[in-house]
T-cell receptor, first 114, second 116 residues
Framework: AQSVAQPEDQVNVAEGNPLTVKCTYS??????LFWYVQYPNRGLQFLLK??????LVKGSYGFEAEFNKSQTSFHLKKPSALVSDSALYFC????????????FGTGTQLKVEL | EPEVTQTPSHQVTQMGQEVILRCVPI?????FYWYRQILGQKVEFLVS????????KSEIFDDQFSVERPDGSNFTLKIRSTKLEDSAMYFC??????????????FGAGSRLTVL
């Protein structure tokens, strides 16, 4: 069975500073990895994905994520945080058995302060 | 940008009552999903639906739950007799196809169900 761990319930960072939101995964085969973001009263919005190829994936709003197979990690990063980035971030892994079922982490609340 | 819309945004019900949560997926999408998130816990897969039938369901999706697409646009989740532990945020999602790892699910804003 596949699983995702987001070890931090909340991450606080000052505006302009780099941010990292951590994610580790466990799958039996090759992982398909995703990051989603949820703003208040909104649905889960897709940020970026890793399927194959370059380990550094670039996504929406200046976010990127680095796939590290040896550490089974897929940390979300942004070089310079904005207050508007404050939201709930979910890491997810796709079921390698097919279909499109995603297994999510518990989410990390990002708070960017002035 | 196309959106998945869900109604109601919040429903309060008494234990034992039936609840129907509604979703309008993106119009050209063919695969539909329900997920839920109990407060403070993971977003959990409930069920996937394609070609008017369930394609996969989780252990959570027991006989109290059912899904249907009654009119070709709405996709509903029915909980026949709600329990306290059904209190959660329920998310609907859709996608065009699933035979590629590149597919991305588009989620709705969620329906918060509170069972008293």
């Amino acid at each position: 069975a596949q699983s995702v761990a987001q070890p931090e319930d909340q991450v606080n960072v000052a505006e302009g500073n780099p941010l990292t939101v951590k994610c580790t995964y466990s799958v039996s085969g090759n992982p398909y990895l995703f990051w989603y973001v949820q703003y208040p009263n909104r649905g889960l919005q897709f940020l970026l994905k890793y399927i194959t190829g370059d380990n550094l994936v670039k996504g929406s709003y200046g976010f990127e994520a680095e796939f590290n197979k040896s550490q089974t990690s897929f940390h979300l990063k942004k070089p310079s945080a904005l207050v508007s980035d404050s939201a709930l971030y979910f890491c997810a892994v796709r079921d390698t058995g097919g279909g499109n079922k995603l297994t999510f982490g518990t989410g990390t609340q990002l708070k960017v302060e002035l | 940008e196309p959106e998945v819309t869900q109604t109601p945004s919040h429903q309060v019900t008494q234990m034992g009552q039936e609840v129907i949560l509604r979703c309008v997926p993106i119009s050209n999408h063919l695969y539909f999903y329900w997920y839920r998130q109990i407060l403070g816990q993971k977003v959990e897969f409930l069920v996937s639906f394609y070609n008017n039938e369930i394609s996969e369901k989780s252990e959570i999706f027991d006989d109290q739950f059912s899904v249907e697409r009654p009119d070709g646009s709405n996709f509903t989740l029915k909980i026949r007799s709600t329990k306290l532990e059904d209190s959660a945020m329920y998310f609907c999602a859709s996608t065009y196809r699933v035979n590629s790892g590149a597919n991305v699910l588009t989620f709705g804003a969620g329906s918060r169900l509170t069972v008293l």
